[in-house]
């Protein structure tokens, strides 16, 4: 999921409102988008959607009344805070958005050498990163379990961004020759 993508948008809009369903699927809610605690600020409105974890920042394009008999707001755009995620979350979502084919491996896991074999017969265009050799690799599952929503095991799998899942999601992919056209469809480096 780009967050980043989102910047710019509205409260409402559909880019927001797909993240927000999204999330919701791995957060066992009911499916239907919690009512945000909106808390009002001279410089911004916050949406809050504690269930989800998440909140949004919008900075108005005038300064807001924070009376309590005062106008419910129209912020104006989605500020970049908005997404602050730690220092280790970006890290890990950078790496999901700037490698086409992205593989968090744990290095003496089988499914993962499987997974790395399978996708290095077809590209050399992949990054992989063996969390058992990070430092915070127990913080890098916890980001990725999010991220996911809830895949918890290695290795796991992004194509263009997208969580495929892991092992057993690549080789139905691979063994119903979908594999190879989605790579190409992404515009990676074929052997």
């Not at 916890?142 to 495929?164: A, E, N, R, W, Y």
């Amino acid at each position: 999921m780009n967050l980043h993508a989102l910047l710019g948008q509205k409260p409402g809009s559909n880019d927001i409102t797909a993240v927000l369903t999204e999330v919701t699927k791995g957060a066992n809610i009911t499916g239907i988008i919690p009512e945000p605690d909106v808390k009002i600020y001279k410089d911004a409105v916050y949406y809050s959607y504690l269930p989800l974890g998440i909140s949004f920042n919008f900075e108005p394009s005038t300064p807001l009344s924070t009376a309590r008999n005062a106008p419910k707001p129209d912020p104006a755009l989605l500020n970049a805070t908005d997404l602050a995620l730690s220092p280790l979350e970006a890290r890990v979502q950078g790496l999901i958005d700037n490698n086409k084919v992205m593989v968090f491996s744990k290095s003496y896991c089988p499914y993962s050498a499987a997974a790395k074999k399978l996708l290095k017969s077809y590209t050399p265009d992949l990054h992989i990163l063996e969390v058992d050799h990070e430092s915070e690799g127990a913080a890098i599952k916890d980001v990725l379990i999010k991220i996911t929503h809830g895949h918890k095991t290695f290795p796991s799998i992004f194509l263009q961004s997208v969580s495929i899942g892991g092992w057993d999601n690549l080789e139905a992919m691979d063994k119903k020759k979908e594999l190879k056209p989605r790579l190409e469809a992404m515009g990676v480096e074929l052997l």
